[in-house]
């Protein structure tokens, strides 16, 4: 089944939609400028409240190891999103969070080389030791999510090919319940992150975007 995280969570009534819908993980974003960031007290009594089962990520932008490290045990975190504008090798190198789960979140951006095209990109062996997976978004370092922005998949399927290879893959940025089924075609990832297009306003769930999402990735694998 295709993992699927409703992220940018910003009350208890949405994660407890998402869950009951049947999202695998909840997304907590803990980047100062974004318009879903949440308080870790907020978060950590949402956290509390939810099933064991489902995986609690939270998302951090270019911030220090050992404050992750500090969020992640003070919320009850289960899984830690890294996006390193600054550094993306360091975000796939020696980052151990144990025994929380670890994914990298890369941009499209970041993968075109002078002339517009998509580069080979590789990585350390040793980062498959550390890394549970790795997210392929169209944020930039000024937006780093949540932008309702899709990219060309077409363009991306050969790199996103080669992540899936070695990474468990999951596809964000711009996804609603028209194109997920496309994007999973294309891409064929592990998994799919989407935030604000299951929104009725920025960090605001819609109930039935939510349960109209995970329904197409459902019946999208049972077409597969």
Same mark, same amino acid.
């Given at each position: 089944?295709?993992? =699927?995280?409703?992220?940018?969570?910003?009350?208890?009534?949405?994660? !407890?939609?998402?869950?009951?819908?049947?999202?695998?993980?909840v997304g $907590?974003? $803990?980047?100062?400028?974004? *318009? %879903?960031?949440?308080? /870790?007290?907020?978060?950590?009594?949402?956290?509390?409240k939810?099933?064991?089962?489902?995986?609690? =990520?939270?998302?951090?932008v270019?911030?220090?190891?050992?404050?992750v &490290?500090?969020? @992640?045990?003070?919320?009850? !975190?289960? @899984?830690?999103?890294?996006?390193?504008?600054?550094? *993306?090798?360091?975000?796939?190198?020696g980052?151990?969070?144990? *025994? %929380?789960k670890? #994914? =990298?979140? /890369?941009?499209?951006?970041q993968? #075109?080389?002078?002339?517009?095209?998509?580069?080979? #990109?590789?990585?350390?062996?040793?980062?498959?030791? @550390? =890394?549970?997976?790795?997210?392929?978004?169209?944020?930039?370092?000024?937006?780093p999510?949540?932008?309702?922005?899709?990219?060309?998949w077409?363009?991306a399927?050969?790199?996103?090919?080669?992540?899936?290879?070695?990474?468990k893959?999951?596809?964000?940025?711009?996804?609603?319940?028209?194109?997920?089924?496309?994007?999973?075609?294309?891409?064929?990832?592990w998994?799919?992150?989407? &935030?604000?297009?299951?929104?009725?306003?920025?960090g605001?769930?819609? *109930?039935?975007?939510?349960?109209?999402?995970?329904?197409?990735?459902?019946?999208?694998?049972?077409?597969a």
């Open positions: 089944m295709t993992w =699927v995280k409703i992220c940018g969570i910003m009350n208890l009534e949405d994660a !407890l939609t998402a869950v009951d819908a049947g999202a695998d993980a $907590f974003v $803990f980047y100062e400028k974004s *318009p %879903r960031r949440i308080d /870790l007290q907020h978060a950590h009594d949402i956290i509390e939810l099933p064991s089962t489902t995986e609690k =990520v939270g998302v951090f270019d911030e220090r190891d050992e404050q &490290s500090a969020v @992640a045990q003070q919320v009850g !975190l289960t @899984a830690v999103q890294i996006h390193n504008y600054a550094s *993306p090798k360091q975000a796939m190198n980052l151990t969070f144990s *025994p %929380r670890l #994914f =990298v979140a /890369l941009s499209v951006a993968m #075109f080389d002078g002339d517009g095209q998509f580069g080979g #990109f590789r990585w350390p062996t040793e980062a498959k030791k @550390a =890394v549970d997976g790795i997210f392929l978004d169209s944020g930039t370092p000024e937006s999510g949540g932008t309702g922005n899709v990219f060309d077409a363009k399927a050969p790199t996103a090919s080669f992540i899936a290879e070695q990474y893959l999951v596809i964000a940025g711009g996804l609603t319940a028209l194109n997920v089924a496309e994007a999973i075609h294309v891409l064929k990832p998994g799919v992150d989407v &935030s604000s297009g299951v929104e009725s306003s920025p605001k769930k819609d *109930p039935e975007k939510i349960r109209a999402f995970i329904v197409a990735v459902r019946q999208t694998e049972k077409r």
